[in-house]
Structure formats: structure tokens, C-alpha cells
């Protein structure tokens, strides 16, 4: 069956296969999480594949051994679980370590916000951002599509540090094909605006496509992918949001605490831009309902419909 | 070194320790004081490789000290050997020195940060797969408290080596016997510690961790031993707050710190009167 390469984990394993073939000192160490691709890869490169076991702390520690010896190292694993239960290892030895020492640790995070949907909220992923970016020295990179993902591999060899990689579960169109993600902005604009910006992360990043086209003639909506979490550039950012008098945040996320919303409003705030802001996202309750990813964005008010809804009424 | 030399090492290394802990109070003095000797035998009896001009060479063996907090004893060694300045001795704890309660990577010689606990098994795997990947001899040392396995982490750790067979991995514990809070029998009772890790595939052996020659020998069979063998795990049994006897008669020892002329008084009765 082919390897279907509009999957982030897919396309990023595919080309980490690529890589690993020609350095050897690159190591992929899986929690016990697979992917279609992985087959291959642990194929072709059994003693640089290393299954720990469901034991996520344990992981972590490794990848900081390898780190330590020279080797860049993926760290594999669903998002709630490779992101927290071993926080304290990450903290420890991956964002307090690497202000000392150098090592090069990127953890790919499979299954961001509700992208398990049906597998209810001990699978649901909606802290990451925040619990990531308040780490020193973590990149956290939040891709929309497969070909950003991708991208993000060559940057993650090339660049030292721990970085925490947020990925979807589901297949997204794409949007980075014939584009190149800008790692030192952190940023695209996908679309102009005058009216309102809506800056998005991850999946929510097509939701704002999708509203931002349907309030043509209503509205005019700029839309920004916003990937890198922890190091926008935020000069940059404050440049393409200057014009606007209103700005909303959308994110597959808890909001009020720390992720792609507090990113915004502090770039607001130290630019001294005067764009009135609106969060969306999360509110901070589990959902234990069934009914699909849709679902579960309408309740919160974040899928298109309630949306557009909710813009008209600017 | 010979055997009385590192007698006499172990002796210095344990009056500095009080020194230090005499300067910077917050330190945990007893459970430093437990693995003076097994430090002793890894720096002076031959076990490990290392350059303190260069302690990063890659041709050092990799020593964790995953208890981090009880290795203040390590610093006279650091010192001694030339890793860090013998002035950094002088007023531990203080502004402008580099030696904490708790030990970092700044001060040269610790290869890790392990302030928590229960780290260090997991990234001596990671280091003992990458030495052998790049084909080193380099072996990988990982010095822990019998506390510190009731660490989940710990056991990730030990299952995982087992079953890999890291011929080149050597975990040390340091078993004094004490939690925090009380025996280690009377909160989480591990004996015997030796057969649990032999349950997950390494071999093990039993020393008495303040006799730097039995740590030597130990050591130093686990270097001789050839390839394809398990992970070794070297259980030493110690006391906790050793050569100290309020803190060696003390459940609570580990929160105890020592007031100035209480560590003026063991100097003086340790040197017979001499550099007290």
C-alpha cells in the first residue's frame, strides 16, 4: 500500500529515512508508535532504530545519551503522552541540559489537539504548546501540512537543541508544496487582508483558509500559518499585523494559558500595536463526547460555521 | 594507587567534604559522606579513564552521578585532579563560585545534570549505545542511591539494559540504607536489590562500598570482562552519613546539616589536632 505522504509523521519519516542513509549518526527512538513508513526505516537501519518500549520517560533519557555522544536523535511517541509523562526528563535533560552542553533531541509528537478524536480526552493533546513553549531554549515547531513537515527534517539536522515537534494525526491538504517554510520568521502569510488577521496553528490553519474564503464580500481576512511557537520573529509578525484593527488566534488548543494566543498578544503588546484580539480555541474542560473532530471544534465554537458566524458579527 | 594510599585519599576527600559543608550548609552532607570511598576507587584506583584538561576527550569512560545532590564529596576530587581550581574549595556556595549544594554541568567533570533523580541509568543507556555504535572500549559508570530506585525511571532503565545487554554499562549503587525520611526497608522495601536486577538480565555483585580496594576489584572485572556479557550492577553497601556519629545514629540524617563547630570538632578529632 502506498505511504501516504499528506501524513506530517509520514513525509517526515520518509525523508529522516533519506537523511539516515547517508549519516550515520542519526537515531530514531520509538516509544512503541509506529507509522506506515517506519517499516521501512527500521528495515533499513535496525541498530539505529530502537524501540524502548512504552516507557516514555525512559525515551527521553536515551535520546539525551545519544545526544550526548554526538548523534541527532527523533524521539517517537503519541503527543500526550511523549510531551508529559516525561516532562520532568525533558525539563531536566533536554531544555536545562542543553544550555550547557550540546545535543541535538527532537521529539515528534503524533496526535496533536483532538486529531484522536473518538479515543476521548486521555488521547486528546490541547497542553502541549503551552507546557512547551515555557521551556528555555525548546523550539516548538507546529506544522499545517506534510510538506512544512518535511521541510522541518533538514532544519532539525542542520540546527542544535531540543525541539518539540507538534504533528497531526489526520491527513491535511497541503499547503507548503511549492513554498518554502521560513524557519528563521517562524511565519507565512497565506493570505492578505484589511479587515481582520486570523493567525492559526496547525490544523486550525486550514479552518482559517476555509473561513477567511467564505466571508469574501462579508469581510476581508489575512490569514497567517504561525509554525514556530517558542521564536516568531516578532518584528516581523508585528509588521504584517499593523494594518489590522482586529486580530483572532485559532488553535487547536487550551487558550488563556500560554500557547499560540499568548504568543500573539505579547507581540501586540511589546509592539505596542492596538489590534483588538480574540482567542480561539479550547476552553479549559475536557471533552468526553464521541461525534468526530467537528464535533468537538462546534463545541467550542472553532469549527467554520460558528466562525464565520461569530466574525460577521464584528 | 596502593591500598593505603587511597586510605589516606578517602581521608582528605571526607575532611574537605565537611569543609564544604561547613561553607555551604544547605549541602547533604550524609549522603555524601556514604560514597566517598566508592569515588575514591573510580578516580584513584585505576578504574576510570579521564583528562582533567580535557573532560569532555572522547576517549574518557563516562561517569553519571545520578545522585546528584549526595556527591558533594566529588568536588575535593574535581579539585585534586585538576578538573577545577583548588581555590573553588575555599567558599562553596557563595557568589562567584562555581560548587553548589547541587551540582551542574558547569563544573567540569559532571557529565550531567542530576539535581532529580532518577535520570541516570536511562541516559547511561543512551550514551553506552552511542559509544558502542562509534565502536569505543570506553565504558559508561553510573553512580546511584538505593532511594533513588524507587524511581519509576529507574526500572524503565533496568528493563531496557537487561534486555539490550549493554556489556558496557556499570551501575553502581550506593546503598546506604535511607530514604529521606526514614529506611528504605520501612517505605519501599527493595532487598534484595541484587537478585531484582538480576530478575531483568544483568549480572551483579555485592562489595562493601567503603573498601576502596573491593570497589577496584569490582570495577575493574567489569572492565576485563568481554564482550557480550550483561550490564553489571555493583550493589555497595555503605552508611549513610559515614564517620559522622550523629548522622550515622540518625533516621533523618539526610535533612541533618552539621553546625561550624560541630564540623570544627570532627576535624580536629580526625587530624589529631593538627590542620583542624
Known amino acids: ?314 | 594507587m596502593d591500598t593505603v594510599t587511597m586510605k589516606d585519599k578517602s581521608r582528605w576527600v571526607w575532611r574537605e567534604t565537611l569543609k564544604i559543608h561547613r561553607f555551604c550548609p544547605e549541602s547533604r552532607i550524609a549522603s555524601s559522606l556514604s560514597c566517598v570511598e566508592i569515588l575514591v576507587a573510580l578516580y584513584y584506583g585505576g578504574v576510570l579513564r579521564f583528562d582533567p584538561k580535557e573532560p569532555f576527550h572522547e576517549e574518557r569512560d563516562r561517569l553519571i552521578i545520578s545522585k546528584g545532590h549526595g556527591s558533594i564529596s566529588y568536588y575535593p576530587i574535581l579539585a585534586d585532579l585538576g578538573f577545577i581550581d583548588m581555590r573553588e574549595l575555599d567558599a562553596p556556595g557563595t557568589l562567584g563560585n562555581k560548587l553548589k549544594a547541587i551540582p551542574d554541568t558547569l563544573i567540569e567533570g559532571y557529565e550531567t545534570i542530576n539535581g532529580s533523580l532518577g535520570h541516570g541509568i536511562g541516559v547511561g543507556i543512551g550514551m553506552a549505545l552511542g559509544l558502542k555504535a562509534k565502536g569505543s572500549q570506553r565504558k559508561v559508570f553510573v553512580l546511584v542511591g538505593d532511594g533513588e530506585l524507587n524511581e519509576g525511571s529507574m526500572w524503565e532503565a533496568i528493563m531496557l539494559a537487561g534486555h539490550h545487554k549493554l556489556d558496557n554499562l556499570c551501575v553502581i549503587v550506593d546503598k546506604n540504607n535511607l530514604c529521606m525520611l526514614d529506611y528504605c526497608r520501612n517505605i519501599v522495601d527493595l532487598e534484595p536489590i541484587e537478585a531484582k536486577f538480576q530478575a531483568f538480565g544483568w549480572d551483579g555483585v555485592t562489595v562493601d562500598g567503603h573498601d576502596e580496594v573491593a570497589v577496584v576489584e569490582a570495577l575493574n572485572a567489569f572492565k576485563a570482562r568481554k564482550s557480550g556479557d550483561k550490564s553489571l550492577v555493583v550493589v555497595a553497601h555503605t552508611v549513610k552519613g559515614r564517620g559522622v556519629a550523629s548522622l550515622e545514629a540518625d533516621s533523618l540524617c539526610h535533612i541533618k546539616s552539621l553546625k561550624p563547630d560541630a564540623v570544627d570538632a570532627l576535624l580536629k578529632d580526625a587530624a589529631g589536632g593538627e590542620d583542624a
Open chain 1, 1 to 314: 500500500m502506498a505511504i501516504p505522504t499528506n501524513i506530517m509523521r509520514e513525509a517526515m519519516i520518509l525523508r529522516l529515512r533519506e537523511r539516515m542513509a547517508d549519516d550515520r549518526r542519526i537515531y530514531f527512538v520509538s516509544a512503541d508508535f509506529g507509522a506506515q513508513s517506519l517499516d521501512g526505516l527500521r528495515e533499513d537501519f535496525p541498530d539505529r532504530f530502537i524501540n524502548v518500549g512504552i516507557a516514555e520517560q525512559n525515551c527521553i533519557n536515551i535520546c539525551t545519551g545519544l545526544a550526548l555522544e554526538g548523534f541527532s536523535v527523533f524521539a517517537y511517541g503519541i503527543a500526550p503522552f511523549i510531551s508529559m509523562r516525561p516532562y520532568e526528563q525533558i525539563r531536566i535533560n533536554l531544555s536545562l541540559l542543553s544550555q550547557t552542553r550540546p545535543l541535538n533531541v527532537n521529539i515528534l509528537s503524533v496526535g496533536a489537539g483532538v486529531s484522536y478524536d473518538v479515543s476521548g480526552p486521555t488521547h486528546h493533546c490541547l497542553e502541549d504548546i503551552s507546557v512547551m513553549r515555557t521551556l528555555p531554549h525548546m523550539r516548538v515547531f507546529s506544522p499545517c501540512d506534510a510538506s512544512s513537515a518535511r521541510q522541518f527534517v533538514d532544519y532539525a539536522l542542520d540546527t542544535m537543541g531540543p525541539k518539540y515537534i507538534r504533528l497531526d494525526g489526520k491527513a491535511l491538504p497541503d499547503i507548503y508544496a511549492d513554498r518554502q517554510a521560513d524557519f528563521r520568521q517562524g511565519f507565512s502569510v497565506l493570505r492578505q487582508g484589511t479587515d481582520v488577521c486570523l493567525v492559526a496553528t496547525g490544523v486550525m490553519t486550514h479552518t482559517a483558509l476555509t473561513v477567511a474564503k467564505a466571508l469574501e464580500g462579508k469581510m476581508s481576512c489575512g490569514v497567517i500559518d504561525a509554525f514556530l511557537l517558542d521564536a516568531v520573529d516578532e518584528a516581523a509578525l508585528a509588521g504584517c499585523l499593523g494594518p489590522y484593527a482586529r486580530v483572532a488566534t485559532l488553535e487547536e488548543a487550551f487558550i488563556g494559558c500560554g500557547g499560540l494566543d499568548s504568543l500573539v498578544s505579547c507581540v501586540l503588546e511589546r509592539q505596542n500595536l492596538s489590534a483588538r484580539h480574540t482567542r480561539f480555541g479550547f476552553q479549559r474542560g475536557f471533552n468526553f463526547d464521541n461525534g468526530g473532530r467537528l464535533h468537538l471544534h462546534k463545541c467550542v465554537g472553532i469549527d467554520p460555521e460558528s466562525l464565520v458566524s461569530t466574525l460577521s458579527q464584528y
